[in-house]
């Protein structure tokens, strides 16, 4: 019998059911919101990133079309090529005003910022420092890059300091790497810390922001502004998709970094430029996050209301700590949060199971929105005693 060189896809996939980490996708047919329709059910959407409920918003809406009556379905080429239109340039300046930066750069997504930014920024001589945690994109860019990657546990600065005491002078640049808003967890990365750490060993710090934006920060620029940091040395990397409602991502910070990346960042040289439909509506978003401050003080309020209702009436959840809108509790294994996310599903309440191998330990992830009134957020907390699930 000739040999099969594809036969080992039926195998691994099988592997992957039996460890009950197979996933599929599920069809959600209306506008995003704080309901929705989920394969034909009306469901309580627990489950966005859209953390203003933006993405249904009609401004955002009338902005994507008529940009696209404007300019087009696509922008048809590489920026540095036929790709490039003032609507680009006028997000990235608004950007780049919302986080105080000299400059901005737009990618085709955070995904790609991300990888990017950082293949761009350190090479085959350099040395990352990765959180343990931090999102795919940022553990790809690093081995994208070619540099020496070291991972040190989540949150653990004397780890990251006893590796760059022993490490950092075999290396010509290093950089460390963090989710600012961790997105698995909810926490956060200690940012002034990371900052104080970064000057002291001579490093490049790039946090991903991509959880912060609009949501973090008294005028919605994120962790970096939460923090108290606004104005310091350092890559800032945030997406378009998330609390902004659209599709994309973003660099911010110094006019040379900008500048570098325009020439050098292989995932925004080499791809088609943002369509004039993502660009006109995260443009809109931006506008918003900065002249309705009101959004966020509602989403703070429901995270508040949430997690007070969670600790009176069900203290034996396991909540992971958050700082965020990003709230997670943890079950024994990834059956039990198949399990649970189904029950959940079946009360009306869309809060998927999060598993291995995205996170270390199987768990429910609950997002809050702006838009999620009382009584969605009670109908959770009543889901959740109802099944006896935890
Ligand atoms: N960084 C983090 C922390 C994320 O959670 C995500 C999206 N899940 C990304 C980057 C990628 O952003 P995008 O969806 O715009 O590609």
Known sequence: M??????????????????????????????????????????????????????????????????????????????????????????????????????????????????????????????????????????????????????????????????????????????????????MDGDLCPLPTLLAIAEEFNCMLLVDEAHATGVMGQ????????????????????????????????????????????NRAPTWIYTTGLSPADTAAALAAIYIVQQEPQRRTQLWDNVDYLKNLMQQQLPQLKLLPTESPILCFQLPSPTDALQVGKQLKDAGIFAPAIRPPTVPTSRIRISVMATHQTKHIEALIAALKNRNLV
Do not use: M
Not at 77 to 97: N, P, T, Y
Not at 158 to 180: G, M, V
Not at 230 to 252: D, E, F
């Open 2 to 183: 000739t040999p099969d060189p594809y036969a080992w896809i039926e195998e691994s996939l099988a592997t992957i059911h039996r460890a009950d980490w197979y996933r599929k996708v599920q069809t959600l047919s209306d506008r995003p919101g704080a309901t929705v329709v989920l394969a034909g059910q009306e469901v309580i959407n627990f489950a966005s990133n859209d953390y203003l409920g933006l993405a249904g918003d009609e401004r955002l809406i009338a902005a994507a079309t008529a940009a696209t009556r404007e300019l087009g379905t696509g922008s048809t080429g590489s920026r540095l090529l036929s790709g490039h239109r003032q609507l680009h340039r006028d997000l990235e300046k608004a950007i780049a005003s919302l986080k105080q930066t000299e400059d901005a750069i737009v990618f085709s997504s955070g995904y790609l910022a991300n990888l990017g930014a950082i293949a761009a920024v350190v090479g085959k001589r350099d040395l990352i420092l990765s959180d343990q945690y931090n999102h795919s994109s940022l553990k790809n860019g690093a081995i994208l890059s070619g540099a020496t990657i070291r991972e040190y546990p989540h949150c653990d600065i004397l780890a990251l300091k006893t590796q760059l005491s022993q490490q950092r002078q075999n290396y010509r640049r290093c950089l460390i790497i963090t989710d600012s808003v961790f997105s």
């Open 219 to 262: 005028t919605g620029a994120g962790c970096v502004e939460f923090f108290g940091c606004t104005g310091k040395q350092l890559i800032q990397i945030g997406t378009l998709s998330k609390a902004l409602g659209s599709l994309g991502g973003y660099v911010a910070g110094d006019a040379h970094l900008i500048d570098f990346l325009r």
